[in-house]
């Protein structure tokens, strides 16, 4: 047994760091929204990139670049666009599998409400790698033709400064995408067990995360589930106009390692978490968007593990819950 102490949740609302994405679709464009900017994305990449290849007359564009500056972008638009198309694709069977579970099962809201695996949920190390890379790729092509302006012409010192600037930042998304990779190889894939499908308000929560294969040596840290509302918020106006996904912690409590312990690879970490009298229903596909997520953060020897996991937790149904086996507190 690891000595895992445990801090009771707190209520008071917190407005949690940017999210990568949001956990929610519920305020996604359309698939056909996706499908014509997916189109619009490709037309004007294969035009670049005729450009670039000098099937199109660069001239006609009315732009002033090098051939592989208009190849660069070309490539960049391209994919951005076949990255709209595939979100559309997959929102549409998302959407489709949706109303079929609602059909097959009106009054059960836990089978409807989000694809849930009632078994439990595995890490998304190596798809946030994949994402962070996309992005990192992306930025570097978009960034390449001004580059290539900057050492093949003279330009304005500001222009020097800002692409500079750029280049910065390009430099730390391929860092960064570098890191997660890092994980990914590190740890493969770990597990979250749920105790029953779905976990209910009224009950104590009960899981169980399987510690990676690369997770080993003396760790710290610790395994936080909290309640969390979603929304979209702008800020500004017209041309300055942003938008940005906001995750505010309604509720948390949280298991903590606070000296160094040994952890191996396939231990079991089981917690139970009290929830409060009051504790909200997951809600995904509500106005603003409510769900419970278990953030496992631990410091270990090199590259720490750091992932989160939604936990199906959901107000009192019709009918029981599957339950799998019962377990304490602990480490094993």
Not at 235 to 258: D, F, I, M, N, P
Not at 265 to 278: R, S, W, Y
Not at 285 to 290: F, G, H, I, S, V
Not at 301 to 328: C, E, N, Q, S, W
Request: with cysteine; hydrophobic share 45%.
């Amino acid at each position: 047994m690891l000595p895992l102490v445990y801090k009771p949740g707190s209520t008071a609302p917190v407005r949690l760091p940017t999210p990568a994405q949001a956990r929610s679709r519920r305020d996604d464009p359309s698939p056909t929204s996706h499908i014509v900017l997916g189109a619009f994305l490709c037309g004007a990449g294969i035009v670049s990139a005729l450009a670039g290849f000098r099937v199109i007359n660069p001239a006609t564009l009315g732009v002033k670049a090098p051939a592989e500056a208009f190849t660069a972008a070309g490539a960049a638009l391209a994919l951005l666009g076949l990255f709209a198309w595939e979100k559309a694709w997959r929102d549409t069977q998302s959407e489709r599998r949706h109303q079929q579970l609602r059909r097959q099962h009106p009054n059960e809201p836990a089978l409807t409400d989000y694809e849930w695996d009632p078994a439990g949920a595995r890490s998304q190390l190596h798809q946030q790698a994949l994402r962070a890379t996309m992005v990192a790729v992306l930025f570097c092509l978009f960034i390449a033709p001004f580059n290539y302006l900057l050492f093949k012409e003279e330009v304005p010192l500001l222009m020097s400064i800002v692409v500079g600037a750029f280049d910065a930042l390009c430099v730390f998304t391929l860092g960064n995408a570098g890191v997660r990779w890092g994980r990914a190889f590190k740890f493969g894939q770990a597990e979250l067990r749920f105790d029953r499908f779905p976990c209910s308000t009224r009950e104590p929560v009960r899981l169980t995360w399987i510690a990676p294969s690369g997770c080993s040596g003396a760790a710290t840290g610790g395994f936080t589930l909290r309640a969390i509302v979603e929304w979209m918020e702008t800020h500004g106006s017209r041309k300055s106009r942003q938008t940005r996904v906001v995750h505010e912690q309604r509720w948390c409590a949280s298991w903590v390692l606070e000296s160094p312990t040994l952890i191996t690879p396939g231990m079991n970490c089981e917690l139970v978490f009290d929830l409060p009298p009051d504790a909200p229903s997951t809600a995904m596909r509500a106005a603003r968007p409510l769900f419970w997520e278990l953030e496992v953060s631990l410091n270990l020897p090199g590259l720490d593990f750091k992932d989160t996991y939604l936990v199906p937790i959901y107000g009192p149904r019709r009918h029981a819950a599957m339950d799998t086996t019962t377990r304490g507190v602990g480490m094993r």
